[in-house]
T-cell receptor, first 111, second 115 residues
Framework: RKEVEQDPGPFNVPEGATVAFNCTYS??????FFWYRQDCRKEPKLLMS???SGNEDGRFTAQLNRASQYISLLIRDSKLSDSATYLC????????????FGAGTRLAVHP | GAGVSQSPSNKVTEKGKDVELRCDPI?????LYWYRQSLGQGLEFLIY????????KSGLPSDRFSAERTGGSVSTLTIQRTQQEDSAVYLC?????????????FGEGSWLTVV
């Protein structure tokens, strides 16, 4: 079983749609959680951290359920510029910042 | 620039040759990471350096892979006797410290093609 699992997609949605991505992780000792965004042939960039209380950044909302080892990302009012691959990321146990990446979910927003 | 710098950006090599990939982290960042991403795949952890501590080499796929970090700054990833399955983009990243939650910044990667 992979340490971080995501639906690979692609998710094809029209502009303005709301889309949700899910992710599960296997290591209950993971301490920190993130969503990264990766554009085609570019490096990953941090989109947002994920907290148990849930957090929101503009049109993006992230949620963490530690009991279920489940992370989600909600994008409201999708824009063409949101088209990218969204990577679910957790830190490995061991007390340092070793990031374990999911394979990513591809999002394509069309006019 | 102030970001993570990697070279070469693209490398085509013949099977069996050795290659060296270089990473120059953000100034002041003590933690440095190497990841590999094959076409259509997620990022695979290779190795991690933190200050003067022993590196975490647990992700290196075989003994053909090695990495050094000299003077706590620049790092070199070496692949000996390259194979076609080594073709991937090799991403270097750095962070200010090693604590979970410190933002990690990636370079643009070195795209390796083994023919």
């Amino acid at each position: 079983r992979k340490e971080v699992e995501q639906d690979p997609g692609p998710f094809n949605v029209p502009e303005g749609a709301t889309v949700a991505f899910n992710c599960t992780y296997s290591n209950s000792a993971s301490q920190s959680f993130f969503w990264y965004r990766q554009d085609c042939r570019k490096e990953p960039k941090l989109l947002m951290s994920v907290y148990s209380s849930g957090n929101e950044d503009g049109r993006f909302t992230a949620q963490l359920n530690r009991a279920s080892q489940y992370i989600s990302l909600l994008i409201r009012d999708s824009k063409l510029s949101d088209s990218a691959t969204y990577l679910c990321v957790v830190t490995a146990s061991g007390g340092y910042n070793k990031l374990i990446f999911g394979a990513g979910t591809r999002l394509a927003v069309h006019p | 620039g102030a970001g993570v710098s990697q070279s070469p950006s693209n490398k085509v090599t013949e099977k069996g040759k050795d290659v060296e990939l270089r990473c120059d982290p953000i100034s002041g960042h003590t933690a440095l990471y190497w990841y590999r991403q094959s076409l259509g795949q997620g990022l695979e952890f290779l190795i991690y350096f933190q200050g003067n501590s022993a590196p975490d080499k647990s992700g290196l796929p075989s003994d053909r892979f090695s990495a050094e970090r000299t003077g706590g700054s620049v790092s070199t990833l070496t692949i000996q006797r390259t194979q076609q399955e080594d073709s991937a983009v090799y991403l270097c990243a750095s962070s200010f410290g090693a604590q979970p939650g410190n933002t990690i910044y990636f370079g643009e990667g070195s795209w390796l093609t083994v023919v």
